[in-house]
């Protein structure tokens, strides 16, 4: 059964094409990388899903409802969130205002409970809950950013480059939170140039070039056939 299916997915900016057309399918349950160089599209087409970019067009469905025509927050709504390149935590706000910008529009009583989660997964964001987000270092505005994510509950998490800037020691400590997301059998959509990582968590990738998809096969036969590398190279 597939969670997500994206058909003839393009995205466009001004005249520049940076999706052409692409085709993905995301098995409930799994977790699905996307690699690529850069510049291969890899951000633009999880924009593209999230219609967080303005010229889009495809197909797009989640347990085989469609929400093609749906803007942001009905993205959102119907269960898909994203935890963007770059993390885009609010420097100025603290941990827990950045968690709540996960959560908006949903009852008091399910923000508490989603908050308890996050700081049940993350223990160290709720006795540091009231610290300004930018005066942490970027492995921990990555787990910020990661919760915040998880603040709409939703049933596909996607995201972008996690590790992207860290130190070592922070690679590790993201890898783990998202092996323990992984594990309680959340759908992930992971678009990563770790090779490590996406070894360790994916069990499929599909590879990005130019906009296209030119390859989709599983870790296991990637890593058989010496191709993770290349894929990440383009
Ligand atoms: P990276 O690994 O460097 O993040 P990527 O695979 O995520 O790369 P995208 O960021 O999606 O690739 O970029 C795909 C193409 O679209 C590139 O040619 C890029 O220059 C172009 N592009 C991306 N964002 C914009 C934008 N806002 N306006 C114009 N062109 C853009």
């Not at 360790?200 to 030119?214: D, F, H, K, N, P």
Request: hydrophobic share 45%.
């Amino acid at each position: 059964m597939h969670l997500l299916t994206v058909r003839s997915l393009t995205v466009r900016y001004g005249g520049a094409t940076a999706v052409r057309g692409i085709d993905l399918d995301v098995a409930e349950g799994s977790v699905t990388g996307i690699l690529g160089a850069n510049g291969a599209g890899k951000t633009s087409a999880l924009m593209g899903i999230m219609r967080a970019v303005p010229r889009v067009t495809g197909a797009m469905t989640i347990a085989g409802d469609d929400f093609s025509a749906a803007h942001t927050r009905g993205v959102v709504e119907a269960g898909v969130s994203l935890c963007p390149q770059n993390r885009r935590l609010f420097a100025s706000m603290t941990i827990e205002e950045n968690l709540l910008l996960g959560a908006q529009r949903t009852p008091r009583a399910v923000v508490r409970a989603r908050l308890d989660e996050a700081y049940d997964r993350t223990p160290w964001l709720a006795t540091r809950r009231r610290e300004a987000a930018g005066r942490l270092s970027g492995g921990q505005q990555q787990l910020v950013a990661i919760g915040r994510a998880l603040m709409s509950a939703p049933r596909l998490l996607m995201l972008d480059e996690p590790s992207s800037g860290l130190s070592p020691v922070a690679v590790i400590e993201v890898r783990e939170l998202l092996e323990r997301i992984c594990a309680s059998g959340l759908t992930v959509l992971l678009v990563e140039q770790n090779t490590h990582l996406v070894q360790a968590l994916c069990t499929s990738v599909y590879v990005l070039s130019e906009g296209r998809v030119v390859g989709h096969d599983t870790v296991e036969n990637l890593v058989a056939n010496d191709l993770l590398s290349d894929a990440y190279l383009g």
